[in-house]
């Protein structure tokens, strides 16, 4: 394995890393799997990093492009023996241009970093996902990421402008415009949001600005025993003038472990709801919480919003609600899937049954106000009761009407999943999509694409597997090439649980 790290050395000028520690450092993200990397290659500039693909391509060597490494199912998990081009370090903001509406950043840009170099602009970048002190623009395109705000702003694809890339053809190229609006064919860009580095490693990401409102307020109202959270949503969804920006939901479990000093002041109350108002000044969010008191009445819920004068205080909270668990509760699967607002109830109690009928403890909080509900199940990952639950709680979704990950991406963890949710065709187009991005399946293999029978592998789920059909760092693509890339990439192990 090591032979070809002297070629890759003299074909590029960046560093490459090889220390133990640095590649166990790479070798995981947020999810339980780890894997083996045989390098790291920080490039210097994009020529580095046509240098880099047309070298494993050359290989045939994985390459798995790395942001913050917090995903969390697999996304950004080398295969072993795959090369892992870093990018944390390209985190320059090259151009803010507010009165344009737009900011360009490196692919490693640190969301808390591009947030404060926008605010005293006014402005911001919507997407605020839980991990924001750590996570990356470039990790935001590759999974679609979103968090609380996203009720009112959406995902990450609506807020990039354009990407400039490199395929894994070796060749550059940019998605998207400058151009405040667009209607150019089926939207390339949109297909590589998402895309997980399977297609394209990003070298620069021009992102959309919004305007930050003047006052923002974080509330906290307890939910009253036997109120239906689905209708509390869609009332609060569809109520006029409440400038409601996140509509969030943590049960009772997730609400004890958060509540203590720090955190929220409630411990011992039952779920909540956790909201956000926004308001251009005092008179009009006064007037805002009045018709957000008066929604909450209606759909059953008569306790009074506790108010935070700084709502971002309260997505620390909320944002610390994956770490918490991960101390004190311990190892879990983290599930994430949306369904249609008049379903929510019928996914809870589905969640309820499987969580029962596997005698497992759960923990669920999630986005309430667009139906991203993240159930945490108190089970090894690793164990078949793990890849029972998984696929009880994915069906469960689908049978709603609704998708198996609401803002997550879909990893090594869910592929075996993915056609259920876009039919044969739909798997068939992205099949020859990627083939076109990258002929050679050296991008990321293991990840999105489930393994094709037609090329003779198996969908059945290896014993032990967390999730049937799901086989880390398998072949993705059905091609003789992606054949013998991906017999060279063997698949990340599971590792243990994390404390
Ligand atoms: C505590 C915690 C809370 C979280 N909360 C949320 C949440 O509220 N909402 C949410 O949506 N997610 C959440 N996540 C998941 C995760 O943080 C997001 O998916 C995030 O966008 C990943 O960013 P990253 O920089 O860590 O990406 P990485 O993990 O490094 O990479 C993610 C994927 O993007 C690809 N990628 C990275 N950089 C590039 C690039 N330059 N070009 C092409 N592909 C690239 C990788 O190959 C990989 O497939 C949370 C995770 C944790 C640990």
Redesign the pocket.
């Known amino acids: 394995v090591g032979s070809s790290l002297p070629s890759l050395e003299a074909a590029v000028r960046g560093r490459v890393v090889t220390s133990a520690s640095e590649l166990a450092r790479v070798g995981r993200?947020?999810s339980h799997l780890v894997g083996r990397p045989r390098a790291a290659v920080v490039p210097l500039d994009v020529d580095d990093v046509v240098a880099i693909v047309r070298w494993a391509r050359r290989r045939r060597v994985p390459l798995?492009?790395?942001?913050?490494?917090?995903?969390?199912d697999g996304?950004?998990v080398p295969a072993d023996g795959a090369v892992v081009v870093d990018?944390a370090a390209w985190n320059r903001i090259v151009e803010v241009r507010p009165e344009e509406g737009w900011a360009r950043v490196g692919?490693g840009t640190v969301n808390r970093d591009l947030q404060a170099r926008l605010e005293p602009y006014g402005a911001f970048f919507p997407p605020n996902?839980?991990?924001w002190r750590?996570?990356?623009v470039?990790?935001?395109?590759?999974?679609n990421?979103?968090?609380?705000r996203s009720f009112r702003y959406g995902p990450t694809r609506s807020w990039i402008r354009s990407v400039e890339?490199v395929l894994g053809t070796g060749e550059r190229t940019q998605w998207g415009s400058l151009a405040p609006k667009r209607s150019v064919g089926p939207d390339l860009l949109s297909l590589f949001v998402g895309s997980?580095?399977t297609l394209?490693?990003?070298?620069e990401v021009t992102v959309r600005l919004a305007p930050l409102p003047e006052v923002r307020r974080g509330l906290v109202v307890p939910v009253p025993p036997g109120a239906r959270l689905g209708r509390v949503a869609r009332t609060l969804a569809i109520a006029r003038g409440t400038g409601l920006s996140a509509i969030e939901y943590l049960d009772a479990r997730c609400a004890a472990e958060l509540s203590g000093p720090g955190g929220l002041d409630r411990a011992g109350v039952g779920p909540v709801l956790l909201l956000e108002l926004e308001a251009d000044g005092p008179a009009e969010a006064a007037a805002r919480l009045e018709r957000i008191r008066g929604a909450l009445r209606a759909a059953g819920v008569d306790r009074d919003p506790e108010i935070h004068e700084d709502a971002d205080a309260l997505w620390t909270v909320r944002?610390r609600a994956?770490?918490v668990l991960d101390e004190r509760v311990g190892a879990r699967i983290r599930e994430d899937v949306a369904v249609p607002l008049d379903r929510v109830d019928r996914l809870l109690r589905a969640v309820d049954r499987i969580a029962a009928a596997e005698t497992v403890p759960v923990y669920l909080f999630g986005h309430l106000g667009e139906g991203n509900l993240h159930p945490n199940f108190v089970v090894a990952p690793e164990s078949g009761r793990a890849g029972r639950i998984r696929s009880a709680l994915l069906r469960a979704a689908l049978s709603l009407g609704g998708t198996i990950s609401g803002?997550?991406?879909i990893?090594a963890l869910k592929r075996g999943f993915l056609a259920r949710e876009i039919g044969r065709p739909g798997l068939a187009v992205l099949r020859a999509m990627k083939r076109a991005c990258d002929p050679d399946a050296i991008l990321?293999p293991g990840?999105l694409y489930p393994p094709d029978r037609r090329a003779g592998r198996s969908s059945r789920s290896p014993s032990g597997s967390a999730t049937p059909g799901a086989r880390p760092g398998a072949p993705t693509v059905a091609s003789r090439r992606s054949e013998r890339a991906s017999r060279r990439a063997r698949s990340p192990r599971r590792r243990g649980a994390r404390p």
């Open positions: 993200d947020g798995v492009a790395r942001g913050g490494g917090t995903s969390l996304e950004s990018l692919p996902p839980g991990s750590s996570s990356t470039g990790g935001h395109v590759g999974t990421a979103s968090g609380p890339l997980e580095g394209g490693i990003a070298t944002g994956s770490v803002e997550h991406g990893g990321n990840k």
